[in-house]
């Protein structure tokens, strides 16, 4: 049975297209954000060791997952943009898309695996893990201009947001129940692994399984592609010819030149907040023991996912009144903020309370920019080859931005140093957003 064709706008097609986010958002809270870290150094704890010997020298902890995720990210930059251009070329992204999502879960159930003794193959698994996560979710984003009509993108795009929070966190705290009470779902420990990390192991699995199976519903419903003229031989120099096409429209389209180079400027500095609220906490805030470490860092975590669902809903509804782009200069200005405040915080309270702001303009700032992006797409059917340019921008922004926060903190001694430095990127990306020119971005055309 062929999958139903539904028209552009349709609820159930916008739906299933948001659906993706609850989809795949369990891989960046449970494996990213939370249990796998805790899984990780668990691992390194058990074995009394802090470095491992890997790629011909000794590497700790820390720096050695830095350096496979950084590899992943340039991996990612490099790949999405010729994927894209072969996709939209052959009309056919969804088959991308659901490679990429597979290929993402089955590493997922694959990190049930990690070890230290097997150390290659896990490092492997949580490589394509991450690999598979942001391809498909860049192509899931292309569909947005296809999918949706301007007046839409906002309300979907937020929708997915919340949907991804909402499903990510159910799971965590199925996870997290596993962990702290093994014993009541009936996992018992092995040799190797005690009962509550063989439940964080179980959770891997989990996050797999859910990852493919509920991707089915977007599958079903999102339609194939645009197929594209021409000859179909050499489809990767097609694909690149696709791109030189893209490059030389954003060249000719200045509001979306301007407004790509403030999103990648601002979203520097948002990405790698994402990845070092954990680490910040851990290591700046004054807990009273390892207990209330852990669980607080697990608190914030989870503060920061709820309250990012009040976020993306509040943005959609102040972009229709104020615009897109005044709506983005005032998250920066949140953001600049809560940098400052970040510096001077040093209690597990103070800490919740800038992990709640943290969660609310995240989630805004998000998936504002994602639909804003679409509104200013010129009138076209590359939108997978416009949207890789989109998601190079961002992983190169987390790249810099991460790179550039661990020199500042090594430099200085100091994460809420690094973190203060962050401003300038958000400065920045005021600085650019003004730049760009005055456009409705609600209405059909950028240019009205």
Known sequence: MPDPVLPKGNKKLLNAWAFYDWSNSVYALVIASTIFPIYFGALFRMAGID?????????????????????????????????????????NKKVFMRFFCYLGGLSCIGLFWFSLENIYFGLLCYFLALVGYWVSFAINNSYLPDIAYPAQQDRI??????????????????????????????????????????????????VGLWWILFSQYTFYYLPKGNPRGGERKN????GFRELQSVWRQLGENLLLKRYLAAFFVFSMAVQTIMLIAAYFGEE????????????????????????????????????????????????????????????????????????????LVMGGIQALARSTYSKFLPQTQDTASFFSFYDVAEKIGIIIGSFLYGFVAQLTGSMRNATVFLVVFFIGGIILLVRVPKKNPRSESPGE
């Open 51 to 91: 470095s491992v010997h890997v790629f011909g020298t000794d590497i700790a902890r820390a720096p050695l997952i830095s350096y496979v995720s950084s590899a992943a990210f340039v991996f990612i930059a490099l790949i999405t943009p010729l994927l894209s251009g072969i996709a939209d070329y052959l009309g």
């Open 157 to 206: 795009s937020a929708r997915g947001f919340s949907m991804g929070y909402i499903g990510s966190v159910i799971l965590l705290l199925i996870n997290l129940a596993m962990v702290l009470k093994p014993e009541f779902f009936g996992i018992t420990g092995t040799e190797d692994y005690p009962p509550n990390v063989q439940a964080m192991r179980y959770s891997f699995v989990m």
């Open 235 to 238: 489809l990767i120099f097609n």
């Open 284 to 359: 700046e805030i004054a807990w009273g023991s390892d207990t209330e470490r852990t669980s607080g860092l697990i608190v914030s975590i989870l503060v920061i996912q709820l309250v990012a669902i009040a976020g993306a809903t509040l943005t959609a509804r102040a972009s229709r009144i104020f615009g897109n782009i005044t709506v983005l200069i005032v998250l920066n200005l949140l953001w600049v903020t809560i940098c400052i405040y970040a510096y001077t915080v040093v209690t597990p309270l103070e800490f919740y309370i800038a992990a709640g702001a943290v969660g």
